[in-house]
């Protein structure tokens, strides 16, 4: 389903003139399957928020192709990315980023309201899904009001709302404490199970990567396959 193939990134830095390149990622290659959890394992500064701005299309690569859902997305213009990130990608970030003066219920809505969805349509789905992952009494609570954890729960129903294949994950659980971790964790791995969502995680944490199926490694821009700690 995502296929990335020999892709490297330099960023070019400092004054036109004496400016320099510097390779983030080099010439890397990996699959992540329909309905797997893959967790991107490296350091800070290895090139893992990178890799993930490659896969959604927010920079584009120096070198190689990536492939997803059998449409060569190397080349897309920034239209065809926002089209196609908004049917097929759903993304969760370390700080959240809910929008603070919107209601839990309008946090998750906001993507349909964007997609053209009808409002009664709109709050149907969005009533469903936020009972679906334990929300509904924090329907009409602002961001502020909500503990972490919830707030991680608001913008993984947001990521869900318009139904994508694919979950993009930067540090989600990077927030949070310990037990509430776990709580997510649990919430990612049951989505996968019942929902068949494939979820591409990028993380620094080893309990993130136990509850992946493939688990890569990226040092140094170099990424390298490591073991499948749950069976597929
Ligand atoms: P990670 O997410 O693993 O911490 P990043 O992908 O954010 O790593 O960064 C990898 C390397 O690329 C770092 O050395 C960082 O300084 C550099 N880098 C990231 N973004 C840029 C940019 N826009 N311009 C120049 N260098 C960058
Ligand atoms: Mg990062």
Same mark, same amino acid.
């Given at each position: ?84 990130? +908004?049917?097929?990608?759903?993304? /969760? ?7 603070? @003066? !919107?209601? #839990?219920?309008?946090?998750? %809505? ?21 009972q679906n992952v334990?929300?509904?009494e924090h329907a ?8 972490g954890g919830q ?8 990521? +869900?709302?318009?139904?994508?294949? /694919? ?7 990077? @927030? !949070?404490? #310990?037990?509430?971790?776990? %709580? ?49």
């Amino acid at each position: 389903m995502i296929e990335v193939k020999n892709l490297s990134h330099s960023f070019r830095v400092g004054k036109k003139g004496t400016e320099k390149e510097i390779p983030v990622l080099k010439n890397v290659t990996f699959n992540i399957k329909q309905g797997e959890i893959a967790t991107i394992v490296g350091r800070s500064g290895s090139g893992k928020s990178t890799l993930l701005n490659l896969i959604s299309g927010y920079i584009s690569p120096t070198e190689g192709e990536l492939i997803i859902h059998e449409n060569n997305v190397t080349n897309f213009n920034e239209k065809e990315w926002a089209k196609f990130r +908004l049917s097929h990608f759903g993304f /969760i970030f370390q700080s959240f980023q809910l929008i603070p @003066s !919107l209601t #839990t219920f309008e946090n998750v %809505e906001l993507p349909l309201t964007l997609k053209g969805v009808p409002s009664p349509e709109r709050k149907k789905q969005v009533m469903d899904l936020l009972q679906n992952v334990g929300l509904h009494e924090h329907a009409s609570h602002y961001p502020n009001e909500l503990s972490g954890g919830q707030q991680q729960r608001v913008s993984i129903a947001r990521a +869900l709302i318009t139904k994508p294949s /694919i979950i993009l994950a930067d540090e989600p659980t990077g @927030s !949070l404490d #310990t037990e509430t971790e776990l %709580e997510i964790l649990d919430l990612i791995r049951s989505l996968n199970l019942e929902k068949g969502i494939t979820f591409c995680i990028i993380t620094h944490d080893d309990e993130v990567a136990k509850i992946s199926n493939h688990q890569f490694h990226l040092q140094d821009g170099v990424l390298s396959k490591g073991g499948a700690f749950v069976e597929v």
